[in-house]
Antibody
């Protein structure tokens, strides 16, 4: 059974960089059959797609966040990561990692991590 | 890339059917048969309920169905049950391997 687990600091200071890692078990992120992504949800609000990466290293970013976001992967550890720079209170959210189920990219997120709350403090 | 439009809330009585609409544009919903729907209970991760407009993943009840017309997709839940009470989100492919979510709809089972 595929499992995804987010990890990283729960508290980040404003203007600094938010860094999160998603560890995948029960499957390989090196598979050419899937994409891997990050999605966030501010408290009491809706979901927002942040970014997606393919095993080849190709990355795709939400245009509204593109200037601040970097996504990468470490196939040796079966992990992928998110970096969001210059954070503000508006970046406070639960961050989820997820798998996109199909090739080509289909916006079908079939497996999700449990989510991790990141709070930006001033 | 603007969020897809969903009603903030819908409600229905047990046994009834409800439909949640998700309106996008010709750049997302209207251009791709790649709309998915997610159910989210409080404090939980979203769960995929419908993919590629109308397909149900294994294990999802037949009571959930999806469709699309033009720039608007819809999720119908028939035979409402208490455990269907949750937030529902639509998501669409928006070109160039990007995605956009709807604002979410809170379903209340009366």
């Amino acid at each position: 059974q595929l499992q995804l687990q987010e990890s990283g600091p729960g508290l980040v200071k404003a203007s600094e960089t938010l860094s999160l890692t998603c560890t995948v078990s029960g499957g390989s992120i090196s598979s050419s059959s899937y994409y891997w992504g990050w999605i966030r949800q501010p408290p009491g609000k809706g979901l927002e797609w942040i970014a997606t990466i393919y095993y080849s290293g190709s990355t795709y970013y939400n245009p509204s966040l593109k200037s601040r976001v970097t996504m990468s992967m470490d196939t040796s550890k079966n992990q992928f990561s998110l970096k969001l720079t210059s954070v503000t209170a508006a970046d406070t959210a639960v961050y989820y990692c997820a798998r996109d189920a199909a090739i080509p990219y289909s916006s079908t997120f079939d497996y999700w991590g449990q989510g991790t709350l990141v709070t930006v403090s001033s | 890339q603007s969020a897809l439009t969903q009603p903030a809330s819908v409600s229905g009585s047990p046994g009834q059917s409800i439909t949640i609409f998700c309106t996008g544009t010709s750049s997302d919903v209207g251009s791709y048969n790649l709309v998915s729907w997610y159910q989210q209970h409080p404090g939980k991760a979203p769960k995929l309920m419908i993919y590629e407009v109308s397909h149900r993943p294994s294990g999802v009840s037949y009571r959930f169905s999806g469709s699309k017309s033009g720039n608007t997709a819809s999720l119908t839940i028939s035979g409402l049950q208490a455990q269907d009470e949750a937030d529902y989100y639509c998501c669409s492919h928006a070109g160039s391997s990007t995605s956009v979510f709807g604002g979410g709809t809170k379903l209340t089972v009366l």
